[in-house]
């Protein structure tokens, strides 16, 4: 049975215009994924139950990767919670992200998932001077939306550090192919071509939902 795992990060939830995407995305994996295990991790609603890479946070993460030490009980716990999010990593088949663009970047809480897995031993390890990744074989699927307009080519694309950031370090723990959706622009171009685009990114989502 396929497992996908579905990470968001739309604190506005049913206003939402990437959880459209999302939609459309889960309804197309539905069809060809039928009765697929589905991981949900809503990083609005659970961010705070993610270790926020604190001192102690930092200090296991050193004692785990260079055994510099042994973990105490608070801190063993927090590690834990860690681990609990680079092992649905690896039980998925695939993973979707679906995030807005938040100052050209990524929203807060969805780097604080990536820093808690983008792990040296977890997820990714250094081979021969080189990076390896460790999630080799699973797919990746990015669904964003954006208010302005950063395609290639175009004044604003060197301002787009969300996609190409979330392509460098979801390749780095080795997901391949990374797709992406991204619907822009929401607002620069007016209503119509922010509602057209939304429609255009709606109908590419559910396709890509429906690659099996
Ligand atoms: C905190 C915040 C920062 C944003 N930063 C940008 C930005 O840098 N560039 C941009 O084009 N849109 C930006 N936007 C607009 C959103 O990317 C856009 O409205 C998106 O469609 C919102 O997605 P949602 O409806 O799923 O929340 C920002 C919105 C918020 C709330």
Not at 61 to 89: C, H, I, N, P
Not at 155 to 176: K, Q, W
Not at 193 to 211: D, N, S
Request: aromatic residues 10%.
């Amino acid at each position: 049975m396929t497992t996908l795992l579905d990470v968001f990060a739309t604190p506005r939830n049913a206003k939402s215009r990437t959880q459209k995407l999302r939609k459309a995305f889960l309804a197309g994996y539905q069809e060809a994924h039928p009765g697929f295990v589905h991981l949900e991790l809503d990083l609005s609603a659970e961010h705070a139950s993610l270790p926020a890479f604190d001192e102690w946070d930092i200090e296991a993460k050193f004692s785990v990767m260079y055994g510099e030490g042994k973990l105490d009980e608070t801190t063993a716990k927090r590690w834990d919670r860690l681990t609990q999010l680079t092992d649905q990593l690896h039980a998925a088949d695939a993973l979707l992200i679906t995030a807005p663009m938040w100052n050209f970047g990524v929203p807060w809480m969805l780097k604080r998932w990536i820093d808690c897995v983008v792990q040296g031993r977890l997820t990714f390890e250094f081979v021969n001077g080189g990076f390896n990744g460790l999630l080799k074989g699973k797919r990746a699927i990015i669904l964003t939306t954006r208010d302005g307009a950063y395609a290639p080519g175009t004044p604003y694309a060197a301002m787009d550090f969300s996609v190409p950031y979330l392509r460098t370090v979801l390749g780095l723990i080795g997901y391949a192919p990374i797709d992406a959706v991204i619907a822009e622009p929401m607002v620069m171009g007016g209503p119509e071509v922010g509602a057209t685009a939304l429609e255009k990114g709606i109908l590419e989502a559910g396709a890509l939902g429906r690659v099996s």
